[in-house]
């Protein structure tokens, strides 16, 4: 029979932070730190939106930044994860007063999730597939808050236009996001494994 030391079981060393203070694995700390860097990335998307690209005007159309990053995430982390986050940064987005309207909330969701549960199904990981679903994406979202708003007298049918051009100026700003958000989607594991 072994014989233990009286001292030899030490307790898991405490931290003093906030974060040590919840009781929280290293893995869920990673994955909170992932999705507050989403959070982030979407509200630095909305200040750039909302105090450069709104001043810049190409064919009448500008970007649609917020949309277009949520879509991404959505698409990047999945239909499970990424539902509760699209659901989460439309609802900001809608409050941040930038929104075109409340149509925003469900219809930046459906369409995030719609495409995620798309890519998984039918598609490989790549900029290519992901250009592809965001594309379908802004083009329903543009075309739906347009329809909205020609149903509401807020807009002229002469104009169809515009939102193509916004959801085609959306998506060059796919290639310089894509590195930053699969570099943070890196942060406590892969949550869509192929």
């Avoid at 149509?103 to 900029?127: D, E, K, M, S």
């Avoid at 594309?135 to 169809?160: D, H, K, N, P, V």
């Avoid at 916004?166 to 796919?174: K, M, N, Q």
């Amino acid at each position: 029979m072994a014989r233990f030391k009286k001292y030899e079981f030490r307790p898991d060393a405490t931290r003093n932070d906030i974060l040590g203070k919840l009781l929280l694995t290293r893995k869920q700390r990673q994955t909170f730190l992932r999705w507050l860097l989403f959070g982030v990335v979407c509200v630095v998307g909305l200040l750039i939106q909302d105090v450069v690209m709104s001043r810049v005007r190409i064919f009448g159309a500008t970007t649609d930044l917020v949309p277009c990053l949520i879509f991404c995430i959505c698409v990047l982390q999945g239909a499970e994860s990424g539902c509760v986050f699209a659901l989460i940064a439309s609802l900001t987005y809608h409050f941040s007063g930038s929104a075109p309207g409340v149509a925003c909330i469900p219809l930046i969701t459906c369409l995030g999730v719609t495409a995620a549960i798309f890519r998984q199904a039918y598609l490989r990981q790549g900029i290519d597939a992901l250009l592809l679903c965001l594309g379908a994406c802004l083009l329903l979202y543009e075309l739906a808050t347009f329809g909205i708003a020609l149903f509401l007298g807020q807009a002229l049918l002469s104009r169809i236009s515009l939102p193509l051009v916004t959801a085609g100026l959306s998506l060059l700003v796919v290639p310089i996001a894509y590195p930053i958000l699969i570099s943070i989607g890196k942060i406590g594991g892969e949550t869509w494994r192929e």
